[in-house]
């Protein structure tokens, strides 16, 4: 079993609905989580980096933590076009061992 | 966000020649990068993990005699692809972390060996 798990897709979804994206882990010790994006041919950037547990939000994103299920989550909200990538989630310990999703291809339908 | 510069972003080169990658992080140090492979419609793919100052560790089925990585300074790593074939051509990405908080990446390489 891989330590991070994360649905390849793809996920279809029409323009402006809200879309919700997960990972789930094995490892009790990671501490920092993040959220990438790439779009084809582009190198991944960074949406989202929380620490522990909790909700963050930044514009139409929010990310949550859940540490008691091991489960992260990112949501898109008002889905654009132009949020049509491949989302990878990412996440460290104190070791500062970083371990990648496998990243989850998502389509907008206009 | 920080800035991590990869050079070159394509690249071309014959079979058998060696091709050398960079990845600068210009704005911090970065105790951790990481270098991926990553062919058409696929995911990311862990090449190597280096630690500035340190002997790469490299993922299975990673050929560490063709995949030469050096990681001289905080801010400076090298891949380069020895004796390269035309089933190395990819694009290969880099990333930088410090102390395994948020990662960066890299433009990304496009290598084709003709």
């Known amino acids: 079993q891989k330590e991070v798990e994360q649905d390849p897709g793809p996920l279809s979804v029409p323009e402006g609905a809200i879309v919700s994206l997960n990972c789930t882990y094995s490892?009790?010790?990671?501490?920092?989580f993040m959220w990438y994006r790439q779009y084809s041919r582009k190198g991944p950037e960074l949406l989202m980096y929380t620490y522990s547990s909790g909700n963050k939000e930044d514009g139409r994103f929010t990310a949550q933590v859940d540490k008691s299920s091991k489960y992260i989550s990112l949501f898109i909200r008002d889905s654009q076009p132009s949020d049509s990538a491949t989302y990878l989630c990412?996440?460290?310990?104190?070791?500062?061992?970083?371990?990648w999703g496998a990243g989850t291809k998502l389509i907008i339908k206009p | 966000g920080a800035v991590v510069s990869q050079h070159p972003s394509r690249v071309i080169c014959k079979s058998g020649t060696s091709v050398k990658i960079e990845c600068r992080s210009l704005d911090f140090q970065a105790t951790t990068m990481f270098w991926y492979r990553q062919f058409p419609k696929q995911s990311l793919m862990l090449m190597a993990t280096?630690?500035?100052?340190?002997?790469?560790?490299?993922e299975q089925g990673v050929e560490k005699d063709k995949f030469l990585i050096n990681h001289a300074s905080l801010t400076l790593s090298t891949l380069t692809v020895t004796s390269a074939h035309p089933e190395d051509s990819s694009f290969y990405i880099c990333?930088?972390?410090?102390?395994?908080?948020?990662?960066?990446f890299g433009q990304g390489t496009r290598l084709t060996v003709v």
């Open positions: 990412a996440m460290s310990d104190s070791n500062y061992q970083l371990i």
């Open positions: 990333s930088a972390t410090w102390m395994g908080r948020e990662a960066f």
């Open positions: 280096s630690n500035e100052g340190s002997k790469a560790t490299y």
């Open positions: 490892n009790s010790a990671f501490q920092y």
